[in-house]
C-alpha cells in the first residue's frame, strides 16, 4: 500500500484525508510538527509553502492541507484567518456576526500542498459553495460544519461518510489522486 506523511496538527482533517485516501488505497501518517504559515490572502502559497518547508525539514514526500470558509457577505472572511477566528472567537460570533445579512453565501475552501525531496511543492484546490445557517446544527465533523449549509442540512448534521463524498476537501483530493495516479 503507498504511504503518505500528512503534516497537521488538525484532527479532523487527519480523520476525514486518512478516509478519502484510505478508499484510494493509500495510507495517511499524521505528523503533527506542524509549521510556520505565510501570511496570505490566498490559500495556494500558504499550502505550498508549508509543503516545501515540511519536505525540507523532514526530507520526505509530505501533504499539508490549508483549508478555510470564505463568507460573501464579510468579503471573504474569515478566509486565510480560518483556524484563528475559529479558536478565538468560535460559531456564535460569527454567526453574530451575519446576524443581519441576507446574503449567507459562502464557500470553503481546501488547498492540498504537495513536495517531494529537491522539487517544487505542488497544489490541487477543491471548492464547495453553501450558505451560513442561522444557528448550529449538528454534532459531527469539526470547526464551522455546524453552521455550514449544504443544501438543507449543515456539515455537522451529515457525518464524515456523506460530508467526504461533496466536500472542498474531497475535491482537493480527487485532483491530488489524480496527479499520483498519472505520475507516481
Ligand atoms: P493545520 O494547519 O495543522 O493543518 P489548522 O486547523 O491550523 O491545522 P488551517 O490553518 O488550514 O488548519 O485552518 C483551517 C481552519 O478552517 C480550521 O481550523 C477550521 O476551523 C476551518 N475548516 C477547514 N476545513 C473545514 C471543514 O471541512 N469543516 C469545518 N471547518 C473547517
Given at each position: 500500500m503507498r504511504k503518505i506523511v500528512f503534516v497537521t496538527g488538525n484532527?479532523?482533517?487527519?480523520?476525514?484525508?486518512?478516509?478519502?485516501?484510505?478508499?484510494?488505497?493509500?495510507?495517511?501518517?499524521?505528523?503533527?510538527?506542524?509549521?510556520?504559515?505565510?501570511?496570505?490572502?490566498?490559500?495556494?502559497?500558504?499550502?505550498?509553502?508549508?509543503?516545501?518547508?515540511?519536505?525540507?525539514?523532514?526530507?520526505?514526500s509530505v501533504m499539508v492541507d490549508d483549508s478555510g470558509l470564505f463568507i460573501d457577505a464579510l468579503n471573504?472572511?474569515?478566509?486565510?484567518?480560518?483556524?484563528?477566528?475559529?479558536?478565538?472567537?468560535?460559531?456564535?460570533?460569527?454567526l453574530k456576526l451575519m446576524e443581519d445579512e441576507e446574503n449567507r453565501r459562502a464557500y470553503f475552501?481546501?488547498?492540498?500542498?504537495?513536495?517531494?525531496?529537491?522539487?517544487?511543492?505542488?497544489?490541487?484546490?477543491?471548492?464547495?459553495?453553501g450558505n451560513i445557517g442561522y444557528e448550529e446544527k449538528g454534532k459531527g465533523g469539526f470547526g464551522y460544519d455546524p453552521i455550514f449549509l449544504y443544501g438543507d442540512r449543515t456539515f455537522g448534521e451529515m457525518g464524515d461518510e456523506e460530508k467526504n463524498k461533496?466536500?472542498?476537501?474531497?475535491?482537493?483530493v480527487d485532483k491530488f489522486v489524480e496527479w499520483i495516479d498519472s505520475n507516481l
Open positions: 484532527s479532523g482533517k487527519f480523520r476525514e484525508i486518512k478516509a478519502i485516501l484510505e478508499k484510494r488505497g493509500i495510507e495517511v501518517l499524521q505528523n503533527t510538527d506542524g509549521y510556520p504559515e505565510l501570511q496570505e490572502d490566498d490559500l495556494e502559497p500558504i499550502a505550498a509553502d508549508g509543503a516545501r518547508l515540511s519536505c525540507e525539514k523532514l526530507g520526505l471573504g472572511f474569515p478566509g486565510p484567518y480560518s483556524a484563528f477566528v475559529e479558536d478565538h472567537l468560535g460559531n456564535p460570533k460569527v475552501k481546501s488547498v492540498i500542498g504537495y513536495c517531494e525531496p529537491g522539487k517544487e511543492p505542488l497544489t490541487f484546490t477543491g471548492i464547495v459553495e461533496v466536500s472542498h476537501r474531497k475535491r482537493a
